[in-house]
């Protein structure tokens, strides 16, 4: 879906696949999908956000990571990229220092 707001111009995906699992009790790999919104400013640069869950592990029910990549330019042309993200906790658990932390870890190994 794409949408056009003056010079701000948003596109939004939604993609399922199999992602690679790296925490105990937990299967190899989890049905996964990613909901994106890129959204383009004119010249001043892009966001690309996303909200990840993940599905066939236990617990995460209670989560769902949300990120956001940011790309701007100066008035010099110079490009500065920022990454950032957040685990939105839906519901209480006694495992979420272990959650935090074993996403984290994940989350900047793909960078």
Known sequence: KITQLGSK????RTMEYSHPINAPLAPPSARSRKEQTLIKFSTYGIILET????DDVPMVDCFYVKDR???AFDQNK???VSAYFDIRFV???LLRAFIYHTTKSEFIKSF
């Open 91 to 93: 519901k209480n658990t």
């Open 51 to 54: 909200e990840t869950y993940v």
């Open 9 to 12: 111009e948003e596109t939004t």
């Open 78 to 80: 110079k490009t500065k």
């Open 69 to 71: 990549i940011v790309v």
